[in-house]
C-alpha cells in the first residue's frame, strides 16, 4: 500500500463521516446516544487520566536513582581518605 492510497482512503473516510457515524462508532463498545457535553466531559476525563499516566510513568523512568547518588558519596568518602597523608 503506497502513501497516496493509504491518505485516499483517509480522505475519502473523513470526508464521507458523519456525526451519525462518530455515535455509531461510540455505540460499538456500549455507549448510549450522549450530548456532546458528555463527549466532552469523557474526552477531558481520558486527557486527563492520560497526562497523569505520563508524568507518573516520567517521574518513575528518569527519577534519580539513590544507590548511584550513594555511590558517589561512597567513592567521595575514598577519595577524601586517600588524600589525607599518614
Do not use: C, V
Not at 457515524?21 to 456532546?36: K, Q, T
Amino acid at each position: 500500500m503506497t502513501w497516496d492510497t493509504l491518505n485516499n482512503d483517509w480522505n475519502q473516510w473523513m470526508l464521507g463521516s458523519t456525526g451519525r457515524n462518530g455515535y455509531d462508532l461510540l455505540s460499538r463498545p456500549g455507549f448510549e446516544m450522549a450530548s456532546w457535553k458528555e463527549l466532552a466531559a469523557g474526552l477531558g476525563g481520558w486527557r486527563w487520566a492520560h497526562q497523569q499516566s505520563a508524568e507518573l510513568y516520567i517521574a518513575l523512568r528518569y527519577a534519580p536513582d539513590p544507590n548511584t547518588a550513594d555511590l558517589r558519596q561512597f567513592r567521595k568518602r575514598g577519595k577524601s581518605l586517600q588524600a589525607q597523608p599518614d
